[in-house]
């Protein structure tokens, strides 16, 4: 069971919302710790068994760094064990993914790299400790984070405070929220990823300029919805469930540096890096030499999130190129010149960088780069004319959508007219309801 | 956020989630099969209340931007739905080629080959240009299947007749079959190519059984852009004694006097009508044939119907082997020796969707 499913928005979200909403205020995180366990019992039946025994392990090694918070070589300890652990379970359960394709390891990733945080969190005296299982299980599998993240730490999981935890405007701007992730996920990343699929066959068999030029815009424009809908999704189920979880993805082509489109892009993710492996293997001495290899470093972990596949990692050394190019030269003439070129530039090498991370077998990307410039390929095939034709009106609404002037209307009316923001979004919801049934049944 | 906005929003998927649920629990029948995602999922897909507005909603919505492929089915502008005949494994050809080579090696036969193209090749002048040359080769995809026997076989090849017939009502509209008319053709080929005399259109009596109705290919959202079908027989005078028997796994036979079914109401499949259906074996007598008492064992898939009731007229027995139905304990009562041609007799869908071959080995 996904969130992209009957089954999770008619029965398992409208039963979760009402059981806690009537649970008493102590219990309440009981029960969202008890819904997401029962999420994961639906969503992977096969890995509950082992997710449950990882909790728990995890909540008794918390428990003992504790106890032994004062005692240094035992605390060393237990932090190795729980990273070399979680380490462990990420290798399997992508390398598992990466053999079978059987199922998703976001589940997996998020609550190992969300307990490595915490753990070295913990070490260090960042993070306290959770007195209670219900409380640590929120934190490590609230449901609404498994699917893509974002990824938190302990010092940023922020519950509401009660008197807006608890009310009817936090649960509906919540399934607000909910509403138009899932739908940019189930109405425009899915048919744009069967689009693309059918791209890839297309031009699998015959490679043209144009189909080159569309499947980078077709990738691109399914990775952003799916992320930005995931984030969405987890926000909103956070507000529901009373939590206010950090933003993961804000209009990465948009930005104005590679570097910032990294911050962009699963920023949670890269923040998480960022702390936990750039800051700790820089010293004082920030050698040149030094930042290229953390830079390349954290940018391939990026791509690894998601996978361990050749693509994802080429992809992170290609970002990672051009964030070093921005450090030491660029950065001066970027900051000269108006914001508009600067984001044309990010977007064009953002946009090719999509092309490496669609390229599911290594070296596709280089025939596709060819195609693009027309070397050897005809401009357009019969192919891909007919699927341009077939999918004029998803093209047009993915492009506007990807664009962030719809969004900045909702928050420019969510500021000034609060009213009318409110119509909006019922109709919003409304509409998005209407269109997700529709698609899902 | 206003505190009426997010009730309706909140309101929306309640009302929603409690329609649901009023209807599965309204209906007669239990509410799950047994616990899983999957039986959960299917079930509450059919409780959505307005299910079939939901459903057509946003194909509707592509329609009007243009979109004339719907999962695997073209819309024809002439009315016709046009399944979209995937490019098959080259494992299906080798494994074709090899079962039924081995087949005639072991047998010291010579058998016929037939493979019938389907309507969104032949009636590709319906789909639009693009779409049209999307689609999968079924005519390169048969000259190379044929080449691979390497002249073992006797094939046929009738992709030209039908092509030439392409304005004639020769495949359902909403059913991926040759209609009888279409058999007809194909019967005309098979004729020429077994050397047998083929009985002339004007010898048979056409009744029209079944009008006005909508064939598997035509869903809801479907039907509204498609024309519905009929079905017509053709009865041949010495037609009228044939005895069919069909052959089920479990030992048991249903005896018929006539190819033919008139009461359309016993089949939600209105095709079977013919035969009353194909069974894993059928065996088909003739008393008064034409010709030469012959008989003819004959492998082949539901497009038998089409063309199969013009050839009883020319054998005096036939036997109907359906591989992908039939199982060895009937296979194995089959001998080749008993039979003075063999047929294999597919067309391009099913024999891309694979056929079990492997069964041959059975046959005595």
Known sequence: ?441 | MKKLAAFLIVAMVLTMSTAMLKNIFSAEKPFLEELSFEEIEHTLSENVPFREEFSGLMDTIRYFSGVRHFEDIYIGSEGSLLLDIKKPTSRIFSSAKNYILGFSEKNQIRPYVMLIPSASVILQQEIDNFSGKDIYNQRNMINNMYSEFEGKVRTTDIYQTLYDHRGEYIFYHTENLPTSLGGYYIYGELCNRLGIEQNKMDSFSAIYAAHGFYGSLATDFLKQYSSPDFISFYEHEKNKNVILEHRKNDGSVRISESLFVFNENNFTDKTDMIFGGISPVMEITSPESIGERKSILIFGDESAKSWLPFLVTNFERITFVELNLAEEKLLSRISVSDYDHVLFAYSTSAFVSGIDFEKLEFIG
């Open chain 1, 1 to 441: 069971m996904g969130f992209n499913s009957l089954t999770f928005l008619y029965l398992f979200l409208p039963a979760a919302l009402i059981l806690f909403n009537i649970a008493p205020k102590k219990l309440k995180n009981s029960v969202v710790a008890a819904v997401s366990l029962g999420f994961i019992g639906f969503s992977q039946p096969e890995n509950f068994v082992f997710f449950l025994a990882d909790i728990i392990l995890l909540f008794i090694l918390s428990k003992a760094m504790s106890a032994n918070f004062e005692k240094a070589k035992i605390k060393r300890a237990l932090l190795v064990f729980a990273i070399a652990f979680n380490a462990a379970v990420i290798i399997v359960f992508s390398v598992s993914n990466q053999l079978s394709g059987g199922f998703s390891p976001f589940a997996a990733m998020v609550i190992s790299f969300t307990a490595i945080g915490y753990f070295v969190d913990f070490y260090k005296g960042e993070a306290e400790e959770f007195s209670s299982f219900s409380d640590f299980v929120v934190f490590l599998a609230f449901f609404g984070k498994l699917s893509r993240g974002p990824l938190i730490r302990a010092k940023n999981l922020k519950f509401l405070p009660s008197s807006e935890k608890f009310s009817l405007s936090e649960t509906g701007n919540g399934l607000y929220f909910f509403i138009r992730g899932l739908g940019k996920y189930v109405v425009l990343a899915l048919p744009l990823a069967k689009l693309h699929e059918n791209l890839l066959a297309s031009n699998s068999e015959e490679i043209s300029v144009i189909g080159a030029w569309l499947d980078m815009v077709v990738f691109s424009m399914m990775i952003f919805f799916d992320l930005s809908g995931f984030c969405d999704m987890a926000r909103g189920l956070g507000r529901c469930f009373g939590m206010d979880l950090p933003q993961n993805f804000y209009f990465p082509f948009q930005s104005p540096s590679v570097s910032d489109f990294l911050d962009r892009f699963n920023m949670t993710v890269t923040g998480f890096f960022r702390h936990y492996v750039y800051d700790v293997l820089r010293n004082d001495k920030n050698s040149r030499p030094q930042f290229i290899v953390n830079t390349v470093l954290i940018s391939m972990l990026c791509g690894i999130w998601f996978g361990i596949e050749m693509n994802f990692i080429i992809w992170g050394i290609y970002i990672a190129v051009f964030v070093i190019i921005e450090e030491l030269f660029l950065n001066r003439l970027l900051k000269k010149i108006p914001v508009t070129f600067t984001r044309i530039y990010t977007f064009a090498v953002t946009m090719f960088s999509m092309v490496i991370f669609s390229s599911s077998e290594t070296g596709f990307f280089l025939t596709s780069f060819k195609a693009m410039f027309g070397i050897d390929v005809p401009i357009i095939t019969d192919g891909t004319s007919y699927i341009v034709s077939q999918n004029v009106l998803l093209l047009m609404v993915g492009a506007f959508f990807m664009l962030s002037l719809f969004s900045m209307f909702i928050n420019y009316l969510r500021k000034k007219s609060p009213a009318l923001y409110s119509t909006v979004a019922v109709l919003e919801s409304a509409l998005l309801i209407i269109f997700i049934t529709a698609e899902l049944i």
